[in-house]
């Protein structure tokens, strides 16, 4: 087990200085004091990466920067150079497939599961142009040489060659064939070629409006999984038995290179044409010898198979991005990795220390994690593998579900968790851990059962049958009985934990109408234990009798979607997250519903309240967690889930408005020069002296840690930070490089 330990910045941190009295200062003063000063531009910056698989990457013309789309509806520019992001393009409704760079160097286009391209302004951010009409996945798409068109294929089995000076298709093909998987236009842009899943390549003509002509057609002894321009007329294609060159004219197969044990699927060529790169099964890249064949290089280090690749115009720059959630930069010429891109998993089922001192998760890829509140640091516990995650009653314990079914119990030793215990839980995966408020005993449930375990002894007190896998389990303090709702089945069954025996059937919720395996998705004893409080994803929240098994009250709102819910002390009040991303403040009382916070427009996939009630922990789809002021709904900071080390970060208020970080990553800080206008100029490099500066100003644990706590405190303390702050900018204002005050605590 890893010892992740606690950053020595967090821990010789010492409190920010007041400084001296004076004014408040204003948002402008305070951009200007922390910005570098030149005149008509300034420095930012953005934070985060993606949240999800990659599909497809390009890279510019002039090699200098990537394009990546992404499976969380995103796509995001980078600098090759610096790994810095430079702009993130947000408006597809789905999954993101493909990415290319018009040739002017200034605009890009992305295609989307949502059956829409994309043009985008690479230096504001702005989509310019929605290209619509494809009824299915955009699964293809490529730019003329001379920037006039974009030519597109998608599932439909359509091409649509697409004028960029007015937006509308200047010509359809559509032969109801099979969907397109791949364009390419040669370099004189006079003619495209396709590959269709069918194991079809065909040839059009920009001028000739018969055709397009087959290249290739059917019967091989592998289906074509992609293609390239070889140069010279010549067309490659990848199958798994193989690489197959056919003359893009006559349609005569010229040459063949075996691959049969490499399976080979994906295949580009340099600029150049003297070498091919070979993508083949299980993530293995070859570089390849166009005129010999011999394999000069191998490339290794993706664990899955790749998604897209690219190669600049330098003919020895590579990128390639693969199921296995990460984008690689490599040198071809040496034949190594020189970066690496991660993305942020979602975090899932939060849980707060009984102090409320830490916050406890598991994320998508199965990794368990242990946040310390008070100095930010995070502890992975469990690599990989971990299904559920809870903090148990009893001091310095957390219990962890494995995909295994077994129940690690761990205890908190120093700065590390050592096991205390093992438990042989189930015989498939820990859906759910449920602590009881005792400290003494913990449910779990999987697939076959719901067990009751005395934590202490390491017993199994209780095993009871569900009809199904579960989607959400809760046990009574009095540990006589347990509710649980499963997959694919909209009611709610109460058992008796003593004889296993069914004893009640609730049904109140309905199926919501959209298509999901889950309608129930929160259930809550109430104290008294004579009630239940459940909510579903049909918008409803419903109080239920335990006596009569019968409707106590209903607050519904039927275009509401409820992911996550939390219950507050006076067990009369819910809050609720959406799928749509607002987190609502129900009263069961009087049905009266209040939008606590308006959200980001990301599911809130788990909340959690604070031991005092005052603030809320939610789980975002982005890859983050909010916490937020329970009285007043305003946001107070988030933490950024990352593979290695911690990243928290604030709002923009009027002492930092670009808010504060507070990280030992600050590789993640992306930070960017922009116009006065601003449009991104270029990425600050990671030596550079004014991004030093600019990330240690705002990298301010005092700050970060204040807000954590509530905005009193905040206030008290960023007030006489940012007075002295400015006082310092006026006595350095004349001098040509100014010398900043380092931000207290600065992690």
Aim: proline residues 4%; hydrophobic residues 40%; neutral net charge.
């Amino acid at each position: 087990m890893k010892d992740f330990k606690e950053s020595d910045k967090t821990e010789k941190a010492q409190p920010a200085p007041t400084g001296t009295q004076g004014r408040q200062v204003s948002s402008a003063v305070l951009t200007e004091a922390l910005a570098d000063f030149a005149p008509h531009r300034k420095i930012t910056h953005r934070t985060g990466t993606h949240l999800n698989q990659y599909h497809g990457v390009a890279i510019s013309p002039d090699g200098s920067k990537m394009l990546t789309a992404n499976r969380d509806r995103t796509a995001r520019l980078w600098d090759i150079a610096t790994g810095q992001c430079l702009m993130v393009f947000t408006g597809h409704a789905d999954e993101l497939r493909r990415a290319a760079f018009l040739h002017d160097g200034t605009r890009a286009v992305t295609t989307a599961d949502d059956g829409t391209l994309r043009v985008w302004d690479l230096a504001t951010g702005a989509c310019s142009l929605v290209l619509a009409g494809h009824t299915g996945i955009v699964t293809a798409v490529a730019v003329s040489p001379d920037d006039r068109y974009v030519l597109s294929g998608g599932n439909d089995g359509s091409v649509r060659i697409w004028s960029i000076a007015t937006g509308f298709p200047e010509r359809i093909i559509e032969d109801g064939g099979a969907p397109i998987t791949k364009i390419l236009i040669t370099g004189d842009g006079v003619s495209f070629v396709l590959l269709s899943s069918g194991n079809d390549i065909w040839r059009g003509s920009f001028s000739d409006l018969r055709g397009p002509f087959p290249i290739a057609r059917g019967h091989f002894p592998s289906p074509f999984r992609d293609i390239a321009l070889a140069g010279d007329g010549k067309v490659v294609a990848a199958a798994w038995d193989g690489l197959y060159w056919f003359d893009m004219l006559t349609g005569v197969r010229e040459r063949v290179l075996s691959f049969e044990s490499r399976q080979p699927y994906k295949v580009a060529v340099t600029p150049d044409s003297e070498r091919l790169v070979v993508c083949c099964h299980y993530g293995v890249i070859l570089v390849v010898n166009h005129k010999t064949g011999v394999v000069e290089k191998e490339l290794t280090g993706h664990r899955d198979d790749v998604t897209g690749m690219a190669i600049a115009a330098d003919g020895k720059t590579l990128c390639t991005v693969s199921l296995d959630w990460t984008c690689r930069i490599w040198n071809i010429d040496e034949g190594h990795c020189t970066r690496i891109l991660n993305v942020a998993r979602n975090l899932i089922d939060l849980s707060l220390s009984g102090s409320g001192v830490a916050l406890a998760a598991h994320d998508a890829g199965g990794a368990a994690k242990v946040w310390n509140l008070a100095s930010g640091a995070v502890r992975v516990v469990i690599p990989r593998d971990a299904s559920a995650l809870a903090f148990l009653g009893l001091p310095d314990l957390i219990a962890a579900g494995l995909k295994n079914g077994k129940v690690l119990l761990l205890r908190r030793q120093g700065v590390t968790e050592e096991p205390a215990r093992i438990l042989e839980a189930h015989k498939s995966p820990v859906d759910r851990l449920v602590p009881l408020k005792s400290g003494a005993f913990l449910a779990s449930c999987a697939y076959d059962a719901v067990k009751l375990w005395d934590v202490e002894k390491g017993e199994c007190l209780r095993s009871v049958s569900i009809p199904g896998r579960p989607a959400a389990l809760a046990v009574d303090d009095d540990v006589e009985r347990i509710a649980v709702s499963c997959v694919l089945n909209g009611d709610i069954f109460i058992f008796n934990l003593q004889s296993g025996a069914r004893t009640g059937r609730l049904k109140g919720h309905t199926w919501p109408k959209i298509s999901t395996y889950v309608s129930i998705r929160s259930l809550h004893f109430t104290s008294r234990g004579s009630t239940l409080i459940s909510s579903g994803r049909d918008g409803r929240v419903i109080l239920w009798d335990l006596a009569t098994f019968s409707i106590l009250r209903s607050v519904e709102e039927p275009d509401t979607d409820i992911f996550s819910m939390a219950v507050e002390e006076d067990e009369h009040h819910v809050l609720a997250g959406t799928v749509k991303g607002s987190l609502e403040r129900w009263d069961l009382a009087s049905g009266r519903r209040e939008v606590l916070w308006p959200g980001l427009g990301q599911p809130l996939l788990s909340i959690v309240l604070s031991p005092d009630d005052r603030r809320v922990f939610a789980s975002l789809g982005d890859g983050t967690v909010r916490i937020i002021d329970r009285q007043s709904g305003i946001l107070l900071c988030s933490l950024l889930n990352v593979d290695n080390g911690f990243f928290w970060f604030t709002p923009p208020d009027k002492h930092a408005p670009e808010g504060w970080i507070w990280t030992d990553r600050d590789d993640l800080v992306h930070v960017v020069e922009e116009s006065a206008e601003g449009k991104v100029l270029s990425a600050i490099p990671l030596a550079d002296e004014r991004r030093r500066t600019y990330v240690r100003t705002r990298n301010n644990a005092a700050m970060v840690r204040a807000r954590l706590q509530g905005l009193d405190e905040y206030e008290r303390l960023a007030g006489g930070y940012t007075r002295a702050l400015t006082a310092k900018q006026r006595e350095t204002a004349i001098q040509p490089i100014p010398l900043l005050p380092k931000g207290g605590e600065n992690a």
